[in-house]
């Protein structure tokens, strides 16, 4: 029996996933496309006899045919994902103007926003991370402040007296990082220290921006400290799930650009 339309469309974007991803688990593929294990291991039984993919312990590599030679070659490369974290950030800070107060939430892809900065005028940058503190006071001149608080994981401050000091703060724009996010459009980070202090960055600032990295659709892991509704735009690669994507236009956010295999997602004019 020849699979259903349904099937076939699932299997050509697992395909698609498992290519920018280069490796996912079956349990994710589940999540994402909200079918039972059974039935992705099924679709993946059938994709690795078409030799797109291997499976192996509960995971699927992507495979690829080299031009003239007969072996399968895996996919995968930290390089590449260096690589679309900072154009992410260089995309991100094009958002920022000169004359704007700004946080900077904690995150890697953040972080990577600061050397894009140089050249802006009279910023008022809030930080709640050690090292940003240190990068921003290497390439940027500006107003810089630190927040109080305990240090979560050597250099993150948070706690009551840095979620204070956030909300007290007149902010024009907040970068947050994700993690994932789940099928209601909340997003997450992975400590609850960490997602209280996003939480009352969001809410002082006048514009959010999050950026995000391939991130989960799950609906149990990580801390919830916004939802797409209440965000502005979005930045992310294009590894990410259709099912997730669709998200996006469902919260009011639209793509308005699609370049260098990066999404960008902006909400209209409120």
Do not use: W
Request: aromatic share 4%; proline share 3%.
């Amino acid at each position: 029996m020849l699979p259903s339309k349904s099937s076939l469309k699932r299997r050509l974007q697992i395909v698609e996933l498992v290519r920018k991803r280069g490796e996912i688990s079956v349990e994710e593929l589940s999540q994402v496309f909200d079918v039972s294990s059974v039935t992705i291991r099924t679709d993946l039984t059938y994709l690795e006899q078409q030799r797109y993919l291997i499976r192996s312990t509960g995971k699927a590599r992507y495979v690829a045919q080299k031009a003239g030679v007969n072996i399968l070659v895996p996919v995968t490369d930290e390089a590449a994902r260096k690589a679309s974290e900072t154009v992410i950030a260089r995309f991100a800070a094009e958002t920022v103007g000169d004359h704007q107060s700004v946080m900077m939430g904690a995150g890697v892809i953040v972080h990577k926003i600061l050397p894009f900065l140089s050249d802006r005028s009279n910023l008022a940058l809030t930080v709640h991370d050690t090292d940003m503190a240190q990068t921003a006071q290497r390439f940027l001149h500006c107003e810089l402040t630190l927040t109080g608080g305990q240090l979560e994981h050597a250099t993150v401050m948070t706690g009551p007296d840095a979620e204070a000091m956030v909300a007290r703060r007149s902010i024009d724009l907040c970068f947050l990082e994700a993690t994932g996010l789940d099928r209601e459009g909340n997003l997450m980070c992975d400590e609850p220290a960490v997602a209280r202090v996003f939480q009352a960055a969001q809410s002082a600032a006048s514009r959010t921006i999050v950026v995000a990295y391939q991130p989960h659709l799950s609906e149990r892991e990580g801390e919830i400290f916004a939802n797409l509704r209440d965000i502005d735009a979005l930045l992310l690669d294009d590894g990410v799930a259709p099912p997730t994507m669709d998200l996006m236009p469902k919260h009011g956010l639209q793509l308005h650009r699609r370049e260098s295999g990066i999404l960008e997602y902006r909400r209209d004019a409120r």
